[in-house]
């Protein structure tokens, strides 16, 4: 259990929960500069969101061409001709990778972004065109780390659709760019990862010891039909990730691929909330239905193979849930920027009822493991 009184005996604690309790955020927003807490831990926010204006006006391309599903609903609405101004509103902060996207983080007293190009990433263009792109992204989000090597890292946009050429620049992604990992956007044309056709990616990941952000994307054409009218964003976006991660699971890619790491947003889109569920219908399921002879159970890979980010699910209730059955090495904070707003992502973390130890794994260390970020950081705290 987690012992609030020996939280509240801390000074950062203390102050955390002071700050960000009765009085509010627009208290605690003016009261940041005045108070200086002592802040022994970075804070950086791992599934933030960018582009660049080449894929944006691909995007305008793929949303002009029209379509039903689900995605080309979205992208319609944000990159489509006749897109609604609260739909274009999204991209403008998306495209600032520099001052602007820096002032918003100095604003709520955050040291680090790692950027990733937003869903759906290259992942709705043809072979080629995502092949190029996903090259250029990568080399601009490059620039932008050198620009603010203190302040951005970045994940590396994959081309799913041809999976050679996905790990050709995966390699050149971390051994020339330096950026510190992979995101990939769920499913491709309805695909998943599981699929012996994308191997390649997942054998390059581990060889190169960075992890696969899988990100959410909506529900693939085969489930999309009861998600209409469901909240997409709020849970269908999660439901296809986590099915998305499952298959891995059970599909025996983490045997085949034991180093492989993956990393789930939405505080880990559920996933582990199910592990005791997925783990007795493992034991007593019937090997000849299709499923794969593990040779850990599914709690198992949950813990050897996953990490997950609190991005924009700011529930105390499910972080220490996170924590007791995944580990407080496991979770790593986000924000979701620019979709979920910076300040409230801070209070969230600051006021949680979890140890100072807990606290930096999660804002600092665990993003440092995981996504090898070595470059130094600012001790600008407050
Ligand atoms: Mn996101």
Redo the contacts with the bound molecule.
Sequence with gaps: MIDRRKILKGAAGASALSACGALGVAAQAGSAAAQPAARSYLRIAT?E?CSFPEIVSEMGLVAARGGTNLDMELITAIYGPNAPEVGRRAVAPLLDVGAGRIAEMDRAGVDMHVLSLT?PGVQMFAPDRAVALAELANDKLAAAIRRYPTRFAGLAAVAPQNPQAAAREMERAINRLRLNGFIINSHTDNRYLDEEFFWPILEAAEALDRPIYI??RNPSDGMAGPFRGVSLPGYAFGMETSVHALRLLFRGVFDRFPKLKIVL?HMGEGIHFWQARLDRRYLSSSYASGYVRLSLMPSEYLKRNFAITT?GAESHEALEYSIKTLGADHVMWAI?YP?EPTQSAVDFLESAPITPEQKAMIFEQNAERVFHIERPAPRRRR
């Design positions: 599934e969101a869903s990100h959410p947003g991005s979701d979709y």
